[in-house]
């Protein structure tokens, strides 16, 4: 078995993930590092929020930095950051997108495309017993209507 199908596949896969996972974090949803907060807020400390800070690096420029907080109820926190929910989302993002994958590839080999069925029910229809013996006697036709 060759290994540079599968290598390429994997790369345009995790690429694929990455990609959701930027545009997903970044662009469209940021406070879905909420959901990676089981894996990183403890019991004393279980709100998370997201923070956005924006600052002007220069003049023009505008730098904006995503930050996940636990918070417990007296105020105080604990900073997660950003690089840990993004791999953890990243990770989510790539096993859906391979769960995706494998139940499409799945069901095209189980289920006979177009083609195959189509050349089975003509193979079928025009398939005759060529062993067959001759019918005996007149076959019937059924009622003749008379034309006068």
């Known amino acids: 078995m060759r290994l540079w199908p599968v290598a390429l596949a994997l790369a345009v896969l995790l690429f694929a993930s990455g990609m959701v996972t930027i545009l997903t974090t970044m662009a ?3 406070g879905e590092a909420k959901l990676t907060a089981p894996l990183f807020c403890d019991d004393a400390r279980s709100d998370p929020y997201v923070v956005r800070d924006t600052y002007s690096v220069q003049p023009g420029e505008t730098s904006m930095t995503f930050t996940l907080y636990c918070v417990g109820p007296r105020g105080d926190h604990d900073e997660v950051g950003w690089a840990r929910p993004f791999m953890a989302l990243w990770a989510l993002h790539t096993a859906v997108l391979v769960a995706v994958v494998g139940a499409v590839a799945v069901r095209r080999r189980t289920r006979p495309g177009p083609a195959t069925a189509a050349a089975a029910t003509t193979a079928a229809a025009t398939t005759t017993p060529t062993d067959a013996p001759p019918p ?13």
């Not at 005996?136 to 006068?148: K, L």
């Open 136 to 148: 005996d006697g007149p076959v019937d036709a059924g009622p003749v209507d008379a034309v006068t």
């Open 28 to 30: 469209i949803w940021p």
